[in-house]
C-alpha cells in the first residue's frame, strides 16, 4: 500500500464514477422512461387529455419556455423541476417546453439575448464585430449584455408563451 499514490488514484477513480453517474447513467434512465411514449402521445395524453384547466398547461408551457431560455445553464431542468413541482404545474409539459435550449437551437438562444440586451442596455453592442481585441472589459461588458439580454427574453418568451398556448389550448381542445 502506498499511502499518496493509492489514495490519489482512488479518489480519481470514485470522482469519476460519480461524475459518469450524474451526467450520463441517470439522465440516460430519465430519457428511457420518456422514450416509452411518443412526443404524440404525450401531447394527446398530457396537454389534450389533461384533467388540469387551460390555464394551468399553458402556465407549465410558459414556464418552460422561460427556463430554458433563462441564463442558469446547467441548473435548468432541477430548479424549473422543483419550482413546477411548488407551483403545481405539470411536470412532463414544462420538460417539454423547457427543451427550447437543446443543442441545435442554443445558439440562436444565445445570439437572441445578446441582441435583445443590446437594445435594452444603452451602451450596447448591437452590431457584432469580431476584429475588436478581447479584453476583460469587453467580455465583461459582453456578459453584461447577455445576462441582460437573456433575462429579458426568457420573461418575454415565458409570458408571450403562454397566452398563446391558452388562446391555442382554449380554442382547440375539448371541454369535459
Known sequence: FRPFKDFTRISILNTYLVTMTFLIHLPKRVLKKLKKKSLKTIIKEDILGSKESDIK????IGFGIFMGIFPVWGYQLIIGFTLAHILKLNKSIFFIAAN???PPLIPFVLFASYITG?????DGIIN???SQNISFTTVFSSLKQYLIGAVSL????GISSTLFSYIILSLFRKKK
Open 118 to 122: 443590446g437594445y435594452i442596455l444603452p
Open 154 to 157: 426568457a420573461i418575454v418568451a
Open 128 to 130: 457584432l464585430e469580431f
Open 57 to 60: 398547461i399553458a402556465q407549465a
Open 100 to 102: 427550447i435550449s437543446i
